[in-house]
């Protein structure tokens, strides 16, 4: 998908799309469409009952007076309480009606609406962020679809008052797309595709961007003292890989930011084997180093000025006679000794070392971890909030403010040492399970507190949010790279210059 800038100015061809206030309000490039077709937007949107609302689209097929194929009118609600989310959002809603449509090309008119607060430029940059985001496919592996269920939208215009300036927003932004992407593309791929060598050479390939990548493998890990991450891959016919993503943008000395990634690119559950059904869904437990890769290809992208270290935990999870019995005792990096209870509690035991390197290798300011860890976090919050833990509230705070204004959003959940006693174990340091059946999320992100060692840190169970069902905003059902937005909004607020 090409996306262009142009100034507010009728197209001769493709789709238009034109933003709407709540009240059926037009701005004033609509309501100078809605006289160039003798009031026809005006009479579709009575006839139609269109009030603007958010998300509310009318298309008005054909419209006399002009030359373009169709107009989609698009609502934004009050333009008052209008934020960024709401422009990807209408942006997202324009594509999701028009990407198979037939047509080819689409205007979008980011028109302007009195009482808007979001500058006009960063609006039209957004609509395209999710026009853009909402278009993606993953389509590698369909040989076969039939024509008319294929995309022909293949170029995108904003048209804004100010288009130089959107042009200038949207740099940002379209790099930010373009990590979202990597991310959505690592997470849909089928596992026998894409496993710790095959993800971890794909990290390697953003060297292009200017990072630096440094692969460790087993024989590395072992010398290291790995116990718990090498002891989840011992199973797997694919030997494991962590790997180091540093982007250097920042003053150089500076201590650097950490982001750490789950990433079972399949969780069988090992020995403590899952049910069947749904099995498949496991391929994306490496959603959180899906994130953390994508999020270094945006950071590098658009040349952020800080210093980031990205670290993923890359293991195949899987039951053999050389895999990890429940019983067993590892050593993890820190020392620190683990009884496994349950083979398929296999992710703390991949962050546990990932975490203890990160730190003692980079001394990092803060720690953010992103694993899909726990089915318990999608009982506790579903799919609409992703489950934080935090020692540190500062950290926290940004979090959850980078979450509200990416839609990215996050909800914070205790930590305390009653839930800590509860993995304990009676003949190592700890268990890496909790009773069953209790407060599963608390007591998976109190086993990696234990790896923290007093660093700010704050754990993302994206679990619930990493997958959707469901077409979703800027999201298309599938991977949702969650946690992209969010941590590169993180950085841009609050870590650069
Ligand atoms: N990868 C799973 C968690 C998960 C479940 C992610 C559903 C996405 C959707 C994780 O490794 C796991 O199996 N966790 C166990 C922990 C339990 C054995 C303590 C769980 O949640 O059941
Ligand atoms: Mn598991
Ligand atoms: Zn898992």
């Known amino acids: ?128 962020f999710g026009a853009l985001a909402r278009g993606w496919r993953f389509e590698r592996y369909k040989t076969k679809t039939p024509e008319e269920k294929k995309p022909t939208l293949t170029r995108i215009t904003l048209l804004a008052g100010e288009a130089k300036a959107a042009k200038k927003a949207w740099e940002r932004l379209e790099k930010v797309a373009d990590g979202v992407f990597l991310a959505r593309e690592v997470v849909s791929e089928p596992p026998n595709v894409l496993y710790p060598e095959s993800f971890a050479e794909r990290c390697a390939a953003l060297r292009d961007l200017g990072l630096e990548v440094d692969v460790l493998d087993e024989k590395r890990m072992r010398k290291l003292g790995m116990g718990a991450l090498l002891g989840v891959g011992q199973g797997s016919a694919k030997p494991p890989r962590l790997v180091v993503m540093r982007w250097n943008g920042g003053k150089p000395g500076d201590q650097p930011i950490a982001f750490i990634g789950k990433g079972v690119t399949f969780d069988t559950g090992g020995i403590s084997l899952k049910p069947g059904l749904n099995m498949d869904d496991m391929k994306w437990d490496m959603a959180g180093a899906g994130a953390v890769y994508g999020l270094m290809a945006a950071l590098a992208g658009r040349k952020a000025k800080a210093n980031v270290v990205g670290i993923v935990g890359l293991v195949e999870n899987m039951p053999d006679g050389n895999a990890q019995r429940p019983g067993d005792v590892v050593t993890s990096m820190s020392g620190q000794t683990i009884e496994i209870l349950n083979t398929d509690a296999e992710g703390r035991l991949v962050l546990c070392d990932a975490m203890w390197y990160c730190q003692q290798e980079f001394k990092p300011k803060f720690m953010i971890d992103l694993a899909t860890l726990t089915g318990a976090i999608i009982v506790s919050l579903g799919n609409e909030h992703a489950g934080m833990f935090a020692n540190n509230d500062e950290l926290s705070e940004k979090i959850a403010r980078a979450g509200q204004a990416t839609g990215e959003k996050v909800w914070r959940m205790p930590l305390a040492p009653a839930y800590d006693r509860d993995i304990d174990s009676d003949i190592a340091d700890m268990r890496n399970i909790g009773s069953p059946g209790k407060a599963g999320s608390i007591t998976a992100a109190q086993f990696l507190a234990r790896y923290t060692n007093g660093v700010p840190w704050a754990h993302l169970d994206i679990a619930g949010t990493a997958w959707s069902k469901a077409d979703k905003g800027v999201v298309p059902k599938g991977a949702t790279a969650f946690g992209v937005r969010l941590l590169d909004r993180l950085v841009a607020d609050n870590y650069e210059g």
């Open 1 to 128: 998908m090409k996306i262009a800038f142009s100034s507010l100015a009728l197209p001769k061809s493709g789709a238009l799309a034109v933003t709407v206030a709540a009240g059926a309000k037009l701005g004033s490039f609509g309501a100078e469409l809605d006289e160039r077709t003798g009031g026809l937007l005006g009479r579709s949107m009575k006839a139609a009952r269109f009030s603007g609302k958010a998300d509310e689209t009318l298309t008005v097929l054909a419209p006399n007076g002009v030359e373009i194929n169709r107009i989609v009118l698009v609502g934004i609600g009050n333009p008052a309480d209008a934020t960024q989310l709401t422009a990807g959002n209408a942006g997202a809603t324009v594509v999701a009606g028009l990407l198979t449509s037939g047509e080819t090309e689409l205007s979008i008119a980011s028109d302007a609406h009195e009482g808007l607060t979001v500058p006009a430029a960063e609006f039209a940059a957004e609509l395209a």
